[in-house]
């Protein structure tokens, strides 16, 4: 079946420029990570969906970034005003739920913004 | 918090070389633990998990036994090949409402026919 997608696969855009990074789950998988991936920072945790609703939202950096997930399907990663340090890999992991915690996370390939 | 201390890299090894790649962490509660693999060009994937103290996660002939005395988690293989070249990845989870991976640094493997 198919895996998690992300579009697009690269991206540049100049400083200051709004973004929009895409994430399509894996079929029927009710949860959705956005995770990134920089030299200074390795791997961080941004956002947690369940469904539609975002419970955990303590890795966003700041307020230029917000993220929304629609029909407990696709998501979209937003960031406003873009900054030389957002530059970096925007990983999307998606997996299914059992009635107390998560299953394995099944990632996708992660789109590479570079700002300009 | 919680947090994952990792080898530092890069590695480089001959080809049937004997590999261990460090990794401990802090965490609260009992946490899930975790290598993540990523091939050059590719996405993370899962190498194998262990959930609770003791146990052993094994997969590709690679293996970790997650310990508690010592808050542990490294990586084994007997006998590196070319093609497990890649980046590796120590990671935890703890359970039971908090859902987000927390990564190591990352360790670079190199191996050399």
């Known amino acids: 079946g198919a895996g998690v997608s992300q579009s697009p696969s690269n991206k540049v855009t100049e400083k200051g420029k709004d973004v929009e990074l895409r994430c399509d789950p894996i079929?029927?998988?009710?949860?959705l990570y956005w995770y990134r991936q920089s030299l200074g920072q390795g791997l961080e945790f941004l956002i947690y969906?369940?469904?539609?609703?975002?419970?955990?939202k303590s890795g966003l950096p700041s307020d230029r970034f917000s993220a929304e997930r629609t029909g407990g399907s696709v998501s979209t990663l937003t960031i406003q005003r873009t900054q030389q340090e957002d530059s970096a890999v925007y990983l999307c992991?998606?997996?299914?739920?059992?009635?107390?915690?998560?299953?394995?996370?099944?990632f996708g390939p992660g789109t590479r913004l570079t700002v300009t | 918090g919680n947090s994952v201390t990792q080898m530092e890299g890069p590695v480089t090894l001959s080809e049937e070389a004997f590999l261990t790649i460090n990794c401990t962490y802090t965490?609260?509660?009992?946490?899930?633990l975790f290598w993540y693999v990523q091939y050059p060009g590719e996405g993370l994937q899962l190498l194998l998990k262990?959930?609770?103290?003791?146990d052993k996660g094994s997969n590709k002939g690679f293996e970790a036994t997650y310990r508690k005395e010592t808050t542990s988690f490294h990586l084994e293989k007997g006998s590196v090949q070319v093609s497990d070249s890649a980046v590796y990845f120590c990671?935890?989870?703890?359970?039971?409402?908090?859902?987000?991976?927390?990564f190591g640094t990352g360790t670079r493997l190199t191996i050399i026919p």
């Open positions: 992991a998606s997996s299914s739920r059992g009635e107390y915690f998560s299953y394995e996370q099944y």
């Open positions: 079929s029927g998988h009710t949860a």
């Open positions: 969906f369940q469904g539609n609703s975002a419970p955990d």
């Open positions: 965490a609260t509660g009992y946490p899930s």
């Open positions: 262990a959930t609770k103290a003791d």
């Open positions: 990671a935890l989870r703890t359970n039971f409402g908090n859902e987000k991976l927390t």
